[in-house]
């Protein structure tokens, strides 16, 4: 599709980790129920597409843009996400189908793959967020090394922790337990505080011994991490702007009541280990730094107060801070904290103001995709 851009209206996703506050005060809602606000998508995914103002009309996103190969979301963490990967595009569509031949309802809770994409992903925090993110390296792991002392590498130790009996597990979170209750570490920097909260929340789960084998990472406002297909992550606490492939697609490894598939897992991670990269933004012109990640599927960009020229769609836009005014095929939009907008593709358009706006896109570049598009 073509021409004027379009207001749109996330979907909420009311998963029991989400926080209270964040994503309500963002689009200007009441919250007197305390009901989790986990995440926003702004997307065409559908299991859950935006819904577009189309004259009095409001138009599932999917309809208009079936093709759109990313999924913007803004997502709050209250208490900590499972700990998690996703699979490159070949396992996706291998897994998808070998489920579908096999007659696993989409939304059966054992189902893998909901869909046939893979799903790398780029975050942005938007307030100082807590995550666990790759593998460190195995001489840092310290006396986690005994649970399998004669591994060789991190891919055979967190083998060994997800593959061990339930009895072992239970003798190791035991003594770990009773130390961590015995000192009370209080520093959100300490992968000792989270190991507790773990520990409290999910008695007897193995991923509470991932504490010590990820990377534990602290963002600040403005700052991200790239997630790659098989990297291993949690997000523990905090708020941030997501872009990913448009895929809903999660292998988990713990710290969850939901479907662990600890074969398809091990299939599908990376041991790549060592410390993580954090993305710091690159200021490509006065009003926009992208965060820029190997992905072709599309782009993070952070739009300041002033003046941009976007070179066209399909873009989404959602601003976080601000009032901004957007010209777009004779078209004008008022837009304030918490509106969101698709740009429709070969659409250019202005964007002026006092605002933070998140601009989700394309690579600079790339070609521009059809709305019919494949993923």
């Not at 190969?69 to 490159?88: C, E, G, N, T």
Request: glycine content about 10%; overall charge negative.
């Amino acid at each position: 599709m073509s021409g004027a851009a379009l207001r749109i209206h996330g979907r909420v996703q009311h998963y029991e980790w989400g926080g209270y506050d964040f994503i309500p005060a963002l689009l200007g809602l009441e919250n007197r129920e305390r009901r989790p606000f986990a995440e926003l998508w702004l997307g065409a995914h559908r299991s859950a597409p935006a819904l577009a103002e189309v004259g009095r009309e409001r138009v599932p996103l999917d309809r208009l843009a079936p093709g759109l190969p990313y999924l913007l979301k803004v997502l709050d963490a209250r208490s900590m996400l499972s700990i998690q990967a996703h699979p490159d595009k070949a396992q996706a569509e291998a897994g998808f189908a070998r489920e579908n031949a096999a007659g696993v309802p989409l939304d059966a809770p054992q189902r893998n793959y909901r869909d046939d994409n893979h799903k790398p992903e780029v975050h942005v925090a938007l307030t100082d967020l807590w995550m666990l993110h790759g593998f460190r390296r195995l001489e840092d792991v310290g006396d986690l090394r005994e649970a399998a002392p004669a591994a060789r590498s991190v891919k055979e130790l967190y083998t060994e922790l997800m593959t061990m009996p339930q009895t072992r597990v239970d003798a190791w979170l035991g003594r770990l337990s009773e130390r961590l209750e015995r000192e009370r570490p209080a520093s959100k920097d300490d992968p000792d505080y989270w190991a507790l909260r773990a520990a409290r929340e999910y008695p007897g789960d193995r991923g509470v011994l991932s504490f010590y084998l990820l990377n534990l990472v602290h963002l600040r406002p403005g700052q991200g991490t790239y997630q790659a297909p098989g990297v291993l992550h949690a997000y523990l606490e905090g708020a941030n702007v997501e872009l990913m492939a448009n895929s809903d697609n999660v292998l988990r490894g713990g710290l969850t009541p939901k479907h662990v598939d600890v074969e398809e897992l091990l299939r599908t991670l990376s041991f790549a280990s060592g410390t993580p990269a954090v993305l710091e933004g690159e200021k490509v012109s006065e009003s926009e730094t992208v965060y820029r990640t190997p992905a072709k599927q599309f782009e993070l960009g952070r739009i300041a107060p002033g003046q941009f020229e976007g070179e066209g769609g399909p873009d989404t836009l959602m601003v976080v801070e601000g009032r901004a005014e957007l010209r777009c095929a004779g078209a004008k939009l008022e837009l304030r904290r918490g509106d969101s907008v698709f740009v429709p593709a070969a659409a250019g358009y202005e964007l002026t103001g006092e605002a933070v706006v998140y601009r989700a896109g394309r690579p600079r570049g790339s070609a521009t995709p059809g709305a019919s598009t494949p993923l």
